[in-house]
């Protein structure tokens, strides 16, 4: 009874903490999203599905769909320069993977406004690199790239692949060398062991990063609107823009749910799949 008490006891506080950080917001917000707005730029408590039936809109349909297809682009660019970086790093002597790994974490302690602010530098017309290609002779003359759905997509990669990297490299640390070298002995070359081998073998780190990089793309503010234009706005963006610009927080409470239960959707699905691909004989 007295250890049964301690296991009670331990898991008490983390349920505090998840229902006062978690749970509570999550019920605040999700009864703010069947509020009434009035015309006062309030709202007063009802149960209407107002604001999720105005979702069903093109305009909201469309930005829903965008700001899903740019989440799901920027975790497979990710995923996909990243787990060979990995793989390579983690191939390195130790003492050469630290200048590395604290290389990634320098450039997550930089300020996500201040990472946009240099990519539009980098991708301006005036000091950005189109001049460097126009004294090298690839380009004419200098051309401007931010703002864009370009230069949005490389601020966006650049500040996902340092998490991309942290969360494949404990799984690729521990992975067996003798994985490739057996496939090279029975006659794969490097580049057939690596994805013949090593990327079927990674597959549960593979699916837990690319969900990683699609929550954390998907809830992008600052970076659209600094190198996007409107039409790259994502979802979070019209989300800030309705709750303090409109005064319409119900509004912004129905899409901050529909967002969130989106997420959710996809970490159950990688999650079945991963659980159907292990009771596989």
Known sequence: MRAYGRSTLVLAYPALVLGMFLLVPFGIMAALSVFRRVPA?????????????????????????????????????????GFPFTYLLTRLPRRRQVPWLVFLLAVLALSEVIVGFAWSVLLSRTAGLSNLLVWLGLLSQPESWAPGLTAMMLGLCYLAFPYTVLVLYPSLSRLDPSYLEAARTLGASPLRGFFGVIVPVSRPAILATLVMVFVFALGAYVLPQLLGRPQHWTLAVHITDQALSRSNVPAAAAMSITLLLASLALVLVTAALGNRRKEQP
Request: charged share 10%; glycine share 8%.
């Open 41 to 81: 730029g309030t709202f007063e408590p009802a149960m209407v599905p107002d604001n999720y039936l105005n979702l069903l809109t093109p305009f909201f349909l469309d930005r829903i769909g965008f700001t899903l297809g740019l989440s799901a682009a920027v975790a497979v660019v990710c995923v996909a320069l």
